[in-house]
């Protein structure tokens, strides 16, 4: 306990602890310390699941992720905030639809704040999140715009992987990890970003989302059902025909990565549960969101724009793996 409270105030293992590791073999958990971005509270808890994580190998892993502020970077290279798949309509219509670029970011205005409002509790939170993505998603398709709109809208958005992230991604799909992207964001932006970003959409990943609905000359005409949002992406919004489920099976281990405490919960019903170990990116309001942060997340991040310490852990995992074969 009195190293948790040493890394609130900011304590972290001296480099030549992990520079002596490192000429050896690499201790997962000091590796993983050495971030200066991390807070954790219960430092045993995260032990035995980095021990359970590596011990368990990469074949008995699978990662479930968000995809805004988690996948995506929060800030770009100005220091102006990125836009989440949602908020790419908002800028996408500006020069196109004055009035709904404005209708739309009042709605993001009135209910961010809500959002994460470190007083409400998530019960308090649920029917604003509902009113919020309903009111968003009736304006959207209202203007019948069609995929070829949504790509120029995602090509000229600042959307951005997290630095590292390609590295994640491409390590997940060559060991065939399972990459879940439970997103409260827009299915068909995120697929969209991929596609123009990596010129594919990765053979292990998988996306459950609010996906559009197209009519036959192309335009948005609604959303998939059920909805989602932030506070409820859990498995009751997962159709038991996933195709991801043959893929998920003997895969107990779970990396679950978020950026919202609604994140915390996100399950796809994954059957005889492991180990699952929990980072969270908290990217603004830290003093008030950082205690219940740590309450929930086993690994918290602060304002860190990159995948860096997830892939820490998977090169764990991975030379765990190679050192019991």
């Known amino acids: 306990m009195r190293l948790a409270h040493a890394l609130l105030r900011g304590w972290r293992p001296p480099i030549y602890d992990v520079r002596h590791q490192r000429r050896n073999a690499v201790d997962p958990l000091t590796d993983l310390l050495s971030s200066p971005s991390v807070r954790i509270q219960n430092p045993s808890a995260v032990a035995d699941k980095v021990k359970a994580l590596v011990s368990g190998g990469i074949d008995r892993l699978q990662v479930i992720s968000d995809f805004d502020y988690t996948i995506s970077k929060f800030y770009d290279g100005n220091g102006n905030r990125c836009l989440t798949t949602h908020m790419v309509f908002i800028e996408g219509t500006k020069e196109i639809d004055e009035a709904l670029a404005g209708k739309l970011k009042a709605l993001n205005d009135a209910y961010l704040p809500i959002e994460f409002d470190a007083q409400?509790?998530?019960?308090?939170?649920?029917?604003?999140?509902?009113?919020?993505?309903?009111?968003?998603?009736?304006?959207?398709?209202?203007?019948?715009?069609?995929?070829?709109?949504?790509?120029?809208?995602?090509?000229?958005?600042?959307?951005?992987?997290?630095?590292?992230?390609?590295?994640l991604l491409v390590l997940l799909e060559k060991h065939k990890v399972p990459l879940i992207l439970f997103s409260a964001g827009i299915g068909d932006i995120i697929e969209i970003f991929l596609e123009q970003r990596l010129g594919f959409v990765p053979a292990n990943l998988h996306i459950i989302s609010n996906m559009i609905l197209f009519d036959q000359n192309d335009c948005a005409v609604n959303f998939s059902d059920?909805?989602?949002?932030?506070?409820?992406?859990?498995?009751?919004?997962?159709?038991?025909?996933?195709?991801?489920?043959?893929?998920?099976?003997?895969?107990?281990?779970?990396l679950l990565l978020g950026d919202s405490l609604g994140d915390l919960h996100m399950d796809v019903g994954v059957e005889n549960e492991g180990a699952v170990f929990k980072i969270g990116f908290l990217n603004f309001n830290v003093d008030a969101l950082l205690p219940k942060y740590l309450d929930g997340y086993d690994i918290v991040l602060i304002q860190d724009q990159s995948m860096n310490v997830p892939l820490k852990l998977l090169r764990a995992i991975l030379r765990g793996g190679q050192a019991q074969n």
């Open 120 to 167: 409400m509790t998530i019960e308090e939170k649920v029917p604003h999140m509902e009113l919020w993505w309903r009111s968003s998603h009736r304006l959207i398709t209202e203007a019948k715009f069609s995929r070829t709109t949504l790509r120029s809208f995602v090509k000229v958005s600042n959307i951005l992987l997290r630095d590292g992230c390609d590295g």
């Open 226 to 254: 059920p909805l989602i949002h932030t506070f409820n992406k859990n498995s009751s919004v997962v159709g038991q025909e996933r195709a991801f489920f043959h893929d998920i099976r003997n895969r107990p281990n779970v």
